[in-house]
């Protein structure tokens, strides 16, 4: 758990265990890290294979998600996918069954966009999440968008 606290200021965080007196007491909100971040992306790629793996932090600690597959450019972001929601089964000690249904890029106005749909046996319907691709980082857009497709239903399962 961790305290947000803004007046007119950036956001700042406090941890609620540690005494003494807060800057801002009136303007601070209880809030859980429900969210998982991107911590890391490593990829091996030999002749034959690519190996991906995304790390996740999620409350202080680091979850891994790996992927092996085809060392094609088009494999690369479905590889990305998969690492990504194996790191995710693993927040959820195995409590989610998540599969990639799709994912791509694509451009939206001015921007170029990742977008990620999971499929999931437990849901009435797929979800889907999407991320801006910055700084010409197709990879790191790809595994925020799948983030964002379950984020929610993530936070619902734990």
Known sequence: MWLACAI?????RFRPE??????????????????????????????????????????DQAYEGTAVGSPG??????????????????????KLALDL????TTDLGASRVAIAQVASKTLPSS?????V?????????TARAVLDAINRHLAQSL
């Open 101 to 104: 249904a799709a994912v791509a």
């Open 18 to 59: 540690v005494a003494g007196p807060r800057p801002y007491p009136l303007a601070c909100m209880l809030m859980k890290d429900d969210r998982p971040a991107l911590a890391q992306f490593d990829e091996i790629i030999d002749d034959d294979e690519a190996t991906v793996t995304v790390t996740l932090a999620w409350n």
């Open 8 to 12: 007119g200021r950036p956001l700042e």
């Open 73 to 94: 450019e088009f494999a690369r972001p479905r590889l990305i996918g998969e690492a990504t929601l194996r790191a995710v089964e693993s927040i959820s000690g195995g």
């Open 127 to 131: 979800l889907v999440g999407s991320a």
């Open 133 to 141: 691709i910055h700084e010409n980082d197709p990879a790191k857009a």
